[in-house]
């Protein structure tokens, strides 16, 4: 299966940008479904957004929706995240996921996983 390495992330002002980035590692992410996730403190895991590495079709958590961004880059064999317009309640430890089949939002469905980056947004 897929190794996933991630980059990224920080502590930025509210309504500032970050990007995160997700690199397979060990094979490409041909035929991969790859994912984003988030886990604030004494909460769940959270799908934020999806992307078919094949297709770049993508989907989106609606509190992600006009901020965030899911993209592809076939050359360099990564998976970003660009979020803008962060707000306090984005902070959190960010994971990528990987997996094949259709598109999931459970992290229970997800088999490979990055090492998580912490993202803090300031008030």
């Known amino acids: 299966q897929v190794q996933l390495v991630q980059s990224g992330g920080g502590l930025v002002q509210a309504g500032g940008s970050l990007r995160l980035s997700c690199r397979a590692s060990?094979?490409?992410?041909?035929?991969?479904?790859i994912a984003w996730f988030r886990q604030a403190p004494r909460e769940d895991r959270q799908f934020v957004a999806i992307?078919?590495?094949?297709?770049?079709?993508?989907a989106y958590t609606d509190s992600a929706k006009g901020r965030f961004t899911i993209s592809r880059d076939i050359a360099m064999n990564t998976v970003d995240l660009q979020m803008n317009s962060l707000k306090p309640e984005d902070t959190a430890v960010y994971y990528c996921?990987?997996?094949?089949?259709?598109?999931?939002?459970?992290?229970?469905?997800?088999?490979?996983w990055g090492q998580g980056t912490q993202v803090t947004v300031s008030s």
């Open positions: 060990g094979r490409t992410f041909d035929d991969y479904n």
């Open positions: 992307i078919n590495w094949s297709s770049g079709n993508t």
């Open positions: 996921a990987a997996r094949l089949g259709s598109f999931m939002a459970s992290p229970l469905m997800f088999n490979s």
